[in-house]
Antibody, heavy 124, light 110 residues
Framework: EVQVLESGGGLAQPGGSLRLSCAAS????????MNWVRQGPEKGLEWVSG????????YYADSVRGRFTVSRDNSRNILYLQMNSLRAEDTALYYC?????????????????WGPGTLVTVSS | QSALTQPPSASGSPGQSVTISCTGS?????????VSWFQQHPGKAPKVMIY???KRPSGVPDRFSGSKSGNTASLIVSGLQPEDEADYYC??????????FGGGTKLTVL
């Protein structure tokens, strides 16, 4: 059974850092691009970042570029999101999502499995 | 880039059909056949219902279908069921390795 499970969320101060993890199982992790999507309180979905299957290609939304870094460890089947210089507007539930199918980019919206999310709250 | 535009709400009675629109531009919806629709029930993770404009993953009822005309994509739900009541989000590849979501539509089954 395919599973993805996020962890690492919590309370951070403005300007602080957090590292999110997403543990994957039930599929060959190294074969699939992965993405992070967030959802603010009572808000819609927002794409945050994507990474190619091998980890060589990294992609970011303008709102997080230069502050967030996506990475993956294909030997341990884990996806990461290092979040620095956090702002109040980064407060959200963060989902990791597995991309499926062929696509011209790691960030095409072909997401078949999502985790339950991990909550990040940025507040003083 | 701005989010894709969806109506905030839609509704229909059981058995009826409802269409939810998703309007973008020639740089996203109109430029690529990579439009997906996600269903999200309260407190749950999103679930893909349609991908690549009109493809349906296995397990999704054939009451759900998708289409695109110009810069506007549509999700059609026919034969509405009570369990279809949820939030629906469209998403489109927007070029230059960027991805956009719509603001979401709350579908109410009357």
């Amino acid at each position: 059974e395919v599973q993805v499970l996020e962890s690492g969320g919590g309370l951070a101060q403005p300007g602080g850092s957090l590292r999110l993890s997403c543990a994957a199982s039930g599929f060959t992790f190294s074969d699939y691009a992965m993405n992070w999507v967030r959802q603010g309180p009572e808000k819609g979905l927002e794409w945050v970042s994507g990474i190619s299957a091998g980890g060589a290609n990294l992609y970011y939304a303008d709102s997080v570029r230069g502050r967030f870094t996506v990475s993956r460890d294909n030997s341990r089947n884990i996806l990461y999101l290092q979040m620095n210089s956090l702002r109040a507007e980064d407060t959200a539930l963060y989902y990791c999502a597995k991309r499926f199918g062929s696509c011209l980019s790691a960030v095409c919206p072909n997401f078949d499995y999502w985790g339950p999310g991990t909550l990040v709250t940025v507040s003083s | 880039q701005s989010a894709l535009t969806q109506p905030p709400s839609a509704s229909g009675s059981p058995g009826q059909s409802v269409t939810i629109s998703c309007t973008g531009s020639s740089s996203d919806v109109g430029g690529y056949n990579y439009v997906s629709w996600f269903q999200q029930h309260p407190g749950k993770a999103p679930k893909v219902m349609i991908y690549e404009v009109n493809k349906r993953p296995s397990g999704v009822p054939d009451r759900f279908s998708g289409s695109k005309s110009g810069n506007t994509a549509s999700l059609i739900v026919s034969g509405l069921q009570p369990e279809d009541e949820a939030d629906y989000y469209c998403s489109s590849y927007a070029g230059s390795n960027n991805l956009l979501f719509g603001g979401g539509t709350k579908l109410t089954v009357l």
